[in-house]
């Protein structure tokens, strides 16, 4: 069992935030986030909530579908953001679109969009769900601490959702890999107000080690990119288009390079919206999709990695 994609959408906030308006909050400018990063802009919300971004997506993902929030069987939300620990964003989706199907998040950071399809994937093959809504929703802006320049100038605000169905054709393949740990990437959830607690204070906010993070994903890619390719038997040169997380032009010309992949097959938009964790290969299929580059039968990879420490790569037919 397999699935196609049947309808995909995106929102993101209007709120455009460039390089040069970030220089005037913390000691940086253009050139140095162009050439280390390779963003110009990013959206930040100034309204919008995570879960009004991912509804919007959702509903956006249903119409280009022509579907009905009650045609869906499952929605499965990738978040580290949500508005709120319990409802999950997911259960908030359920309610907005008018669905009535099992619905929950999972938190897998920028490889979201990857394991929620994975997870996906375990109900559509046991025949529980036909129709399933994968949303990313990130509102990263309010993870961020706005002083430290080593991370406010790299995130954006988004979401994307796509529907799956349930298909007999196709192809699937997918790798994951989760190396466990804090030290690298952290983002602490609230402590509370207890007055019986005895913890020392920490920063709320998002913690990276850059260099440490770039090795990760340098490495991960690469080997997830092999590792896939190898179990789904597809040589490089039959895959049309690769969608790999959009956290540094770096590290995409770096696992091009690596992987000997044609560079015109690699899908870029970091120049437009930062990093937007979960959120970011779904806007890009997204956008793919409606430009029309996408064509029946296309074979195309993922590949994301991010705080967990956790990878992925997967393989699919369009
Ligand atoms: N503007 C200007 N200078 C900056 C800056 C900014 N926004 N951020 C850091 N710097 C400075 C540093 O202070 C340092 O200065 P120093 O040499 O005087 O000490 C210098 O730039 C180099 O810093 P460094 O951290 O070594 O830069 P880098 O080349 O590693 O780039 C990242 C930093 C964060 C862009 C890069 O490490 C990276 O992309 N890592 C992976 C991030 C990632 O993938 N995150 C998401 C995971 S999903």
């Given amino acids: 069992m397999n699935f196609k994609v049947i309808g995909t959408g995106s929102y993101v906030p209007d709120n455009v935030v460039t390089n040069d308006d970030l220089s005037k909050l913390v000691d940086t400018n253009d050139e140095w986030i162009s050439k280390r990063v390779g963003i110009k802009e990013r959206r930040i919300s100034q309204t919008d909530t995570t879960l009004d971004m991912g509804t919007k997506a959702s509903f956006a993902a249903l119409e280009n579908a022509g579907l009905k929030g009650t045609d869906i069987d499952l929605i499965v939300t990738a978040t580290i953001s949500g508005d709120t620990a319990c409802p999950s964003t997911a259960c908030m989706i359920q309610n907005r679109i008018g669905a009535d199907c099992m619905a929950f998040d999972v938190s897998a950071a920028c490889a979201g969009f990857l394991f929620a399809v994975e997870t996906a994937m375990g109900y559509i093959c046991r025949g529980k769900a036909k129709r399933v809504l994968i949303v990313c929703a990130e509102r990263m802006s309010k993870l961020l601490d706005w002083t430290d320049r080593g991370t406010c100038v790299i995130f954006g605000d988004g979401a994307a959702a796509a529907v799956l169905e349930a298909t007999e054709e196709g192809l699937y393949e997918s790798v994951f890999n989760v190396k466990g740990g804090d030290d690298v990437l952290k983002i602490p959830a609230t402590n509370g107000s207890s007055p019986f607690y005895q913890l020392e204070s920490e920063s709320p906010y998002l913690f990276m080690n850059g260099q440490e993070t770039f090795k990760f994903a340098v490495n991960s890619i690469t080997h997830d990119i092999a590792a896939v390719l190898e179990n789904a038997g597809i040589a490089k040169e039959n895959i049309a288009h690769v969608v790999p997380h959009q956290a540094n032009?770096?590290?995409?010309?770096?696992?091009?390079?690596?992987?000997?992949?044609?560079?015109?097959?690699?899908?870029?938009?970091?120049d437009r919206y930062g990093n937007v964790s979960g959120a970011s290969i779904p806007i890009a299929l997204d956008e793919m999709?409606?430009?029309?580059?996408?064509?029946?039968?296309?074979k195309i990879l993922l590949a994301a990695f991010g705080g967990g420490l956790a990878s992925g790569a997967l393989v699919f037919e369009w």
Wanted: aromatic letters at 10%; hydrophobic letters at 35%.
């Fill in 249 to 270: 032009k770096r590290i995409i010309d770096f696992a091009q390079k690596k992987t000997g992949i044609d560079l015109d097959k690699w899908y870029v938009n970091i």
């Fill in 289 to 298: 999709n409606r430009s029309g580059v996408l064509k029946k039968g296309d």
